[in-house]
């Protein structure tokens, strides 16, 4: 950052002001769009439930990074798509929907892959904690309703390598 920093301090002594304003203008949309960039990998999890096997194709949050990240400033979150996130160990898992424009359900995971809580529909934008019920591996974040929807409940279990298969 402080190399950037120079050069435009550089830039600006040499081309004037406007040159500058231009190259801050240009990183400011470099920037803010790998703020909005998704998570780099996608990944296929299945939720076993009374209504049959429902596949959703989810990004994966592992890092400190990724996980406060999460689905911040996105505007939409379409249907049979998420964000799973990954915690170790298992503990009470405290969420928050800073920043996060979308209503959303929130599925608690246990470690062997059984649901232990969802929070559904959240509140958009608010700094209200969302906590687990219970110990929890993992959190998977879809588009509010999907749960209802899909009729997805507490010990339903959950296929994917972090939680083993069904």
Do not use: C
Request: no cysteine; glycine share 8%.
């Amino acid at each position: 950052m402080a190399f950037v920093a120079k050069r435009i301090l550089a830039m600006t002594a040499r081309r004037g002001r406007a040159a500058a304003v231009a190259l801050l203008a240009a990183l400011a949309v470099i920037a803010a769009g790998r703020a909005l960039a998704p998570a780099a990998e996608f990944q296929n999890l299945e939720i076993v439930s009374k209504t049959g096997v429902h596949v959703f194709s989810v990004e994966v949050a592992v890092t400190d990074e990724e996980r406060a990240r999460g689905l911040m400033e996105r505007r939409s979150v379409p249907e049979g798509t998420g964000m799973l996130f990954k915690f170790e160990p298992d503990q009470i898992i405290r969420m928050w929907m800073h920043n996060t424009y979308v209503s959303l359900d929130m599925i608690f995971i246990r470690s062997d892959g059984r649901i232990v809580s969802i929070a559904e529909n959240t509140e958009p934008l608010s700094d209200r904690t969302i906590s687990s019920a219970g110990p929890a591996r993992g959190v998977l974040e879809v588009v509010a309703g999907t749960a209802r929807k899909l009729g997805i409940a507490p010990g339903d279990r959950v296929a994917h390598p972090w939680f083993g298969r069904r």
